[in-house]
């Protein structure tokens, strides 16, 4: 069974106030689940209804304008007001560090909650994930995505993103959920997330000294955070390695949820 729970965040230096939606399922410690761009919990519904909650409890929260968290009109979202609003969670449900699990975005703001708040993190899973920043062709399509919207609405960028999020080979009710996903984000989430995304820093020289144990996952398909690089990121972080999952693309949650459950609980009982 799911519980939501309303969290609210005081506003910080790096942005306003926010009330934040996070989902519970499962008991035993906790493990906070973070979506990607443009996505919310709802990229989590298989792994809360599966076997991960029978050894966590884990809490997928909807980042700030995603999902069931209403926008609290920031202009930007960088990664570090996300980790602001992660960290306000973990204190809100937990004494103990928890593991936490970042996809994409999700991931980069795990990166800026670990060197926020290096004691509420026990251990990274990494999916779809990157640790280098946008260099100028990558701003340059943010700026471009951010017309896109303006322009014509999240359905645009649902669109063009689909043959990226998944594998050609998804069947269509995925594609149906990851549209209907996408479509429901606010133009101004997408719009704050755009520009947070083109202005997170290069994790790079932190991944020697992450200093938790890291698991990092990869989609054989995956056009934006590609195996190579995933495989490149595992190697610098000592301890790490990485699975790449046949047959996805960015996705591994949705697309692989029994592979991507049975990679994360080995790496959690391990
Ligand atoms: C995501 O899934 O969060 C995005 O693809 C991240 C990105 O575009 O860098």
């Avoid at 989902?23 to 689940?33: C, F, K, R």
């Avoid at 997928?60 to 007001?81: F, I, K, N, Q, Y």
């Amino acid at each position: 069974m799911i519980t939501t729970r309303h969290l609210d965040v005081p506003a910080s230096a790096h942005g306003r106030g926010a009330r934040l939606a996070v989902h519970l399922a499962g008991h035993g410690p906790l493990a906070l689940l973070v979506h990607g761009y443009p996505l919310d919990h709802r990229l989590w519904l298989d792994t809360l209804h599966g076997p991960l909650a029978a050894h966590r409890t884990l809490a997928a929260v909807d980042l700030r304008g995603h999902g069931d968290s209403p926008g609290a009109g920031d202009a930007v979202h960088t990664m570090e007001l996300f980790a602001h609003d992660l960290a306000a969670v973990l204190r809100s449900l937990t004494d103990a560090p928890a593991d936490v699990v970042g996809l994409s975005m999700g991931g980069y703001a795990a990166f800026a909650l670990r060197t926020l708040a290096p004691t509420l993190v026990r251990s990274l899973v990494l999916t779809n994930t990157r640790a280098v920043a946008d260099d100028d062709a990558a701003k340059a399509g943010r700026a471009a995505a951010i017309a896109t919207v303006v322009e014509h609405g999240p359905r645009a960028i649902a669109t063009a993103m689909l043959p990226k999020l998944l594998a050609p080979t998804a069947d269509p009710l995925l594609r149906a959920r990851v549209l209907d996903m996408v479509t429901a984000t606010p133009t101004a989430t997408i719009v704050a997330d755009l520009r947070g995304l083109a202005a997170r820093p290069d994790r790079r020289p932190e991944l020697a000294t992450l200093g938790v144990p890291a698991l990092v996952i990869a989609g054989e398909h995956d056009p934006i955070a590609t195996p190579a690089e995933s495989t490149a990121m595992a190697a610098a972080i000592p301890g790490a390695r990485c699975e790449v999952l046949p047959g996805t693309a960015h996705l591994a949650p949705m697309e692989a949820p029994a592979r991507f459950a049975d990679a994360v609980t080995a790496f959690w009982l391990k």
